[in-house]
C-alpha cells in the first residue's frame, strides 16, 4: 500500500470523567515539551500547557489502574486534531510516524495494494502483483471495511493503512466487500513490498509510436525514475508521450515540482500561501525534455495533490493536454512536523495556485472541483475493452506528433 498509520480508543471512564479536560489541552496547543514551536507560540499559554500536563498527571498517579501516559498523550494528540474538521490533517504516533517515512521512501512492509479513502474505510484502487493482496483474492474496486476487527470508517486513509501495515511474516485479517455482497474475512501474510512508482511501454496509434510512463507516486526520487524511463522511450523512438497519473494520490510537493520540470523548463509551477507563511513560487529547475515533443496527461478522479500540481501547471503553461475525467479537487498542503516522542503531525498549513493562480480545492480543506480534463475520456465497465481511456490519450497525442 502507498499510504500508512494507527490509531486506539480511550478508556470509557476516562471519556465520561475528563474530555475536556483533554480536548482543550489539545486544542489549544496540547503539552508544549510535546508540540513544536509553530503551534504552541502562537496557540498555547504556559497556562493550558501546565492544565494539559496536570490532567495527564492526574489521570496516571489516580485511576484505579494503571494508565499509559505515553497512549493516553497520543489519543489526546489524536482528538485535538480530529477537532480541526481537516480530512487531510493527522497526528501520528511514533510507530505509525516510523512507517510513514518508509512509505514516503517508496518501500514497506505489508500487503500491496494503492488505495483511496472513502467514508466507509478503503477503496482499493490497484494490487501489485505476486503481492499478499493478490494471492488472497483481493481486486482492484474491492472495498476495504475492517481490520482485525477494528472499522475502519471515519478514518483517514493514513489512520486506516497504518493498521494494515506491519512487518513481514505477521498477518492481519481484512474485511472486505466486493461489489454489494456481505464482508468476507481475508486473512494476509504481510511481506516485504516495493512499490512500482514507475512503470513504462511503448504504445502505438496509426504508426506512431507513444511513450507510456505511469507514476503511481511522488515519493523521494521519483522524478529521477521517472525522466529515465521516458529518455529510455524517447530513444527507442517515441514521438509523444503519456503521463498518466490515474489513481496517484500525491506525495511530496518537490517532487511535483521536478516531475513539471521534466517538462517545462522554467518559470513558475506552483505558488504556495498560509495564514503564517508568505507566498512562495516554486520554479522550474531546467533541463526538460524537447518542447517539440507532444505530452498528455491522463487523470481521473484520484489524482490528487502533487498530481493536480503537476497537471495544473502543464494545462496553465500549454505544455500539455489534459485527457480523462475531473481531478480530486484538494487545494491544500500539509506540513510534517515531527514531535519530542517520536510522533508527528502532518498538518495543513497553507494552499498552492496552479501558474494561473487557480485553487483547485473548494474553499479551504474542502473538496472541489479539480482540473477539467481538455478531452473527457473514461473506461466503459460494459464494453469488453480494456483501458479505453488510455487508447483515447494516445490517439490524442500520437495526432499532435504526426
Do not use: C
Amino acid at each position: 500500500m502507498s499510504v500508512v498509520r494507527r490509531r486506539r480508543s480511550l478508556t470509557p471512564l476516562l471519556v465520561v470523567s475528563l474530555p475536556v479536560l483533554l480536548v482543550l489541552g489539545i486544542w489549544l496547543g496540547g503539552h508544549p515539551g510535546n508540540l513544536p514551536g509553530f503551534l504552541r507560540d502562537p496557540l498555547v499559554g504556559d497556562s493550558q500547557g501546565r492544565l494539559y500536563d496536570e490532567a495527564l498527571d492526574t489521570i496516571a498517579e489516580n485511576y484505579y489502574r494503571p494508565v499509559d501516559r505515553d497512549k493516553l498523550l497520543d489519543v489526546g494528540l489524536e482528538a485535538g486534531v480530529k477537532s480541526l474538521d481537516d480530512r487531510f490533517s493527522a497526528y501520528f504516533d511514533p510507530q505509525a510516524y516510523k512507517e510513514f517515512e518508509e512509505a514516503t521512501n517508496g518501500a514497506f512492509e505489508g500487503v500491496g495494494m494503492n488505495v483511496a479513502e472513502v467514508d466507509r474505510g478503503l477503496r482499493v484502487l490497484t494490487v501489485f502483483d505476486e503481492s499478499p493482496a493478490q494471492r488472497g483474492g483481493i481486486r482492484a474496486r474491492d472495498l476495504i471495511v475492517g481490520v482485525d476487527g477494528h472499522s475502519l470508517a471515519g478514518k483517514t486513509a493514513e489512520q486506516a493503512t497504518a493498521l494494515i501495515k506491519g512487518p513481514a511474516g505477521t498477518t492481519v485479517t481484512l474485511s472486505v466487500v466486493t461489489d454489494k455482497q456481505r464482508p468476507r474475512a481475508v486473512k494476509l501474510r504481510r511481506a516485504r513490498v516495493d512499490v512500482p512508482v514507475v512503470e513504462s511501454e511503448m504504445r502505438e496509434s496509426g504508426g506512431t509510436k507513444i511513450a507510456h510512463v505511469t507514476l503511481s507516486s511522488f515519493t523521494s526520487g521519483a522524478h529521477g525514475e521517472l525522466r529515465k524511463a521516458i529518455d529510455r522511450l524517447l530513444q527507442k523512438g517515441a514521438d509523444g508521450v503519456v503521463l498518466d497519473l490515474r489513481n496517484n494520490g500525491g506525495g511530496l510537493l518537490n517532487e511535483a515540482v521536478q516531475v513539471s520540470s521534466i517538462f517545462v523548463g522554467d518559470g513558475t509551477i506552483v505558488s504556495t500561501k498560509g495564514r503564517v507563511r508568505p507566498r512562495r513560487v516554486f520554479e522550474a529547475t531546467g533541463n526538460p525534455i524537447s518542447s517539440k515533443i507532444p505530452v498528455v496527461v491522463l487523470v481521473n478522479g484520484e489524482s490528487a495533490s502533487a498530481s493536480e500540481i503537476v497537471t495544473g501547471a502543464l494545462q496553465d503553461r500549454d505544455r500539455a493536454e489534459v485527457v480523462g475525467t475531473h481531478t480530486f479537487g484538494k487545494g491544500v498542503f500539509q506540513e510534517v512536523r515531527r514531535l519530542s516522542n517520536g510522533g508527528a503531525l502532518d498538518i495543513t498549513v497553507g494552499e498552492y495556485f496552479t501558474p494561473d493562480g487557480r485553487n483547485l480545492g473548494g474553499g479551504g480543506v474542502k473538496q472541489g472541483a479539480g482540473i477539467q480534463p481538455d478531452v473527457e475520456a473514461r473506461d466503459d465497465p460494459k464494453t469488453k475493452r480494456r483501458d479505453e481511456a488510455l487508447e483515447v490519450a494516445v490517439a490524442t497525442v500520437a495526432r499532435e506528433a504526426a
